[in-house]
């Protein structure tokens, strides 16, 4: 079954340090991947996405993401953190399959904090 | 342009009311797509249309439907409201591959609507 796993609830991080964001998906189709953050209250918003080529992508806000096809893996990075960042993340994949290619499949989120 | 607007932004009703939400995609985009997002969880997929026609279900009940316009614009509709139904409503206006890429390749998504049911 398609799924989508972010093995952390929750992280609390210093302001300045860096941050990683683990996510994990399931499935063998060819996956497109997607990083969204939430502020409370609002819409999604997207940081990154992958389809395909460098492994290693950039996004906006000093976001990148590395995609490890071997380990089923699309982790988030950001090498120092603002307090701004503090919000929920989701990371989220569609599959190049006829049967499922119509739905974007969020994990279960995860909440970062970020302390002075 | 405008991105994706979604209407209203909040709204309150009581168990066994039916409601209607409303999604206008982004400018040139075909395909809407409705998700829930339960308070604590990820969004989950609901309905996708394109070109006025429904590609996708979710795991929703019956009471769930939805329909696309011939301007693009869509409609979330939802009988029997539970309790269980409270969550923010996100409309995603999507662009899927084509030929050989299949998959959505891009989802912008509105604010969505906060619905409580009481």
């Known amino acids: 079954a398609q799924s989508v796993t972010q093995p952390d609830i929750h992280i609390t991080v210093s302001e300045g340090a860096s941050l990683e964001l683990r996510c994990n998906y399931s499935y063998g189709a060819t996956p497109y991947l997607f990083w969204y953050v939430q502020s409370p209250g609002q819409g999604l918003q997207l940081l990154l996405k992958?389809?395909?080529?460098?492994?290693l992508v950039q996004g906006i806000k000093g976001f990148e993401a590395e995609f490890k096809r071997s380990q089923s893996s699309f982790n988030l990075r950001k090498p120092s953190v603002h307090w701004s960042d503090a919000a929920e993340y989701f990371c989220a994949v569609s599959w190049a399959q006829k049967t499922s290619y119509d739905k974007v499949i969020f994990g279960p989120g995860t909440s970062l904090s970020v302390i002075p | 342009d405008a991105g994706v607007t979604q209407s209203p932004t909040h709204l309150i009703k009581t168990r066994g009311q039916h409601v209607t939400l409303r999604c206008s995609p982004i400018?040139?985009?075909?395909?809407v797509s409705w998700y829930q997002q339960v308070l604590g969880q990820g969004p989950q997929f609901i309905f996708q249309?394109?070109?006025?026609?429904?590609?996708g279900r979710g795991n929703f009940p019956d009471r769930f439907s939805a329909r696309q316009f011939p301007n693009y614009s869509s409609e979330l509709n939802v009988n029997a409201l539970l309790l269980g139904d409270s969550a923010l409503y996100l409309c995603?206006?999507?662009?899927?591959?084509?030929?050989?890429?299949?998959?959505?390749?891009?989802?912008?998504f509105g604010q969505g609507t906060r619905l409580t049911v009481v």
């Open positions: 995603a206006s999507t662009i899927q591959g084509q030929g050989a890429i299949l998959g959505v390749i891009e989802a912008f």
């Open positions: 992958y389809f395909s080529g460098d492994t």
């Open positions: 400018s040139g985009h075909k395909s």
């Open positions: 249309y394109y070109e006025k026609e429904e590609r």
